[in-house]
């Protein structure tokens, strides 16, 4: 079990790897001057040269990506003297750090949080930026997913238990329609009508996040905010989880055992909720659980419509400032979400099927 599991950390790792390296190849040919957005067109030569200094852009594209590594690493070898060296270990850049053991005269292996630069528009740290905005998020997408995940298994178990009449058929062309609606289509529908149109009976708003500023500067959490965000990022995973449900506990139901329990006299709905769908669920466990890291990239459009201050919100405003360390700071943490989760299903999937470790 430990070689799986160290198997799985190793393939996530070279995930990331690759991750960080599309990244920092992406962004850095990209056109534009990080340092004349950040100081202005009116800079003179010498401030924007310090800048691309402090940057590391006048360094080699190697020197810049070894760089860029070491500052992502939570373990990494920095200068500790020499402020002139492109490791040196700044006290503005890694606030927060432990030097763990010298490897040589001047330079010590440290343990610090990752870092992520600044942003070129507001020059805050974009690791303060994301921690600020990605809670918001994530209470979003796991909303959503509660949603879809509910409501779809519900769905897809009755439309199994009575395949062919007009239930069934009803959920298969909702299904339909969920898959293939854009979200951020059926995010303007719900917005303008339970939002605006209804907002006098359904006491919702449109626009608003998970909290709000009175008149006197307090915040207040304001949950019904997010009902309509919720469904509107929901609806895709649900019409899924109906479908997969659904063909799933049809193709359990006929296995033997199935028919054989039902020999024995018990209950239809038992044999269906005690013996068919716990089998059932193995396909849907793994959908809901990729879609929940899907969701919190996916949420973009969805808070841009909603007006949900989440990272999507954050990074959409980025790319229309041309502000790419927030942009790159966004994609890292939805590429480590991503694989966090999967790592974490295939171990639990080794764990309950030792199949799966021998595979």
């Not at 905005?133 to 209470?139: D, I, N």
């Not at 779809?152 to 969920?178: Q, R």
Request: hydrophobic share 50%.
């Amino acid at each position: 079990m430990i070689k799986f599991i160290v198997k799985r950390l190793f393939y996530g790792f070279l995930v990331l790897l690759g991750v960080i390296t599309v990244v920092f190849l992406l962004f850095n040919v990209l056109p534009g001057d990080p340092a004349r957005m950040m100081l202005g067109q009116r800079a003179d030569q010498a401030s924007i040269d310090a800048i691309n200094k402090d940057l590391g852009r006048d360094k080699p594209m190697t020197t810049q990506f070894l760089m860029y590594l070491n500052d992502l690493s939570p373990i990494s070898v920095h200068d500790a003297e020499n402020k002139e060296h492109f490791l040196y270990l700044s006290p503005e850049k890694y606030s927060s750090y432990q030097k763990l053991f010298p490897v040589s005269k001047t330079k010590v292996v440290v343990l610090k949080y990752p870092y992520l630069r600044r942003s070129y528009i507001t020059k805050r740290k974009v690791a303060d930026i994301i921690k600020e905005t990605l809670p918001e998020t994530t209470v979003l997408a796991f909303s959503a997913i509660l949603f879809g995940s509910f409501f779809g298994i519900l769905l897809g178990v009755f439309s199994a238990i009575k395949k062919n009449t007009f239930f069934d058929k009803f959920s298969l062309i909702f299904a339909i329609f969920g898959m293939a609606l854009p979200s951020f289509f059926v995010g303007l529908i719900i917005a303008w009508f339970f939002g605006f149109i209804l907002r006098d009976y359904t006491g919702l708003s449109h626009v608003g996040s998970l909290y709000y500023t009175d008149d006197f500067g307090d915040e207040h959490l304001a949950l019904k905010n997010l009902i309509l965000p919720t469904v509107t990022l929901g609806l895709r995973p649900l019409a899924i989880i109906i479908q997969l449900t659904r063909s799933s506990l049809l193709d359990v139901l006929s296995q033997d055992y199935i028919r054989t329990a039902t020999a024995k006299g018990l209950s239809f709905y038992k044999v269906v909720f005690k013996h068919a769908l716990k089998n059932a669920l193995n396909p849907v466990i793994t959908a809901i659980s990729g879609w929940f890291a899907g969701l919190m990239a996916g949420a973009v459009f969805v808070e841009i419509i909603f007006n949900w201050k989440g990272i999507g919100y954050e990074v959409v405003d980025a790319l229309n400032k041309n502000d790419l360390p927030v942009v790159m700071g966004a994609t890292l943490i939805f590429a480590v979400v991503f694989v966090v989760i999967n790592i974490a299903v295939d171990i639990i999937y080794g764990v309950l099927d030792p199949r799966v470790r021998v595979q």
